[in-house]
C-alpha cells in the first residue's frame, strides 16, 4: 500500500526551526518527484518547495528560498524538509506529496500530484 507519512511539525517561536519529514512506503522515494505544500488557515494550499527524482535537483519557492531546504534520504526512504529563520506567516499544514513521471521545469502543481500524506502542523508563535 502506498502512503507518505509526515512528521516533525509542532510549535516553534518566531525564528526557530523545525525539520520535517516525510516517510514513504510502498514505493521508492527516490523515483518520484516530490513536493512541500502548505495550507494556513483560510488560505488556498501553496507549493513551498520539491525535489526531482534520480537527480535530485530542487526548488524553491521565492519566499523560502535561503531559509527551507529540501533534502532525501534514499536509506531511510525519506524526504526532509528543514525550516530555519522560521516566521509566524509560515504557520500552516505542511503536506509532502509524490508523482511520476514529471517532466515540466519547475516544481509540479498540487493537482499534478499523484499521492499525498496527511499533513502535519506548523505553528510559528511567541
Known amino acids: 500500500q502506498v502512503q507518505l507519512a509526515e512528521s516533525g511539525g509542532g510549535l516553534v517561536q518566531p525564528g526557530g526551526s523545525l525539520r520535517l519529514s516525510c516517510a514513504a512506503s510502498?514505493?521508492?522515494?527516490?523515483?518520484?518527484?516530490i513536493g512541500w505544500f502548505r495550507q494556513a488557515p483560510g488560505k488556498e494550499r501553496e507549493g513551498v518547495s520539491c525535489?526531482?527524482?534520480?537527480?535530485?535537483?530542487?526548488y524553491y519557492v521565492d519566499s523560502m528560498r535561503g531559509r527551507f531546504t529540501i533534502s532525501r534520504d534514499d536509506a531511510k526512504n525519506t524526504v526532509y524538509l528543514q525550516m530555519n529563520s522560521l516566521k509566524p506567516e509560515d504557520t500552516a499544514v505542511y503536506y509532502c506529496?509524490?508523482?511520476?513521471?514529471?517532466?515540466?521545469?519547475?516544481?509540479?502543481?498540487?493537482?499534478?500530484?499523484?499521492?499525498w500524506g496527511k499533513g502535519t502542523l506548523v505553528t510559528v508563535s511567541s
Open positions: 525535489m526531482r527524482s534520480t537527480a535530485g535537483s530542487t
Open positions: 510502498g514505493f521508492t522515494l527516490g523515483y518520484y518527484t
Open positions: 506529496a509524490a508523482v511520476q513521471p514529471w517532466y515540466g521545469s519547475n516544481c509540479p502543481s498540487g493537482p499534478a500530484m499523484n499521492y
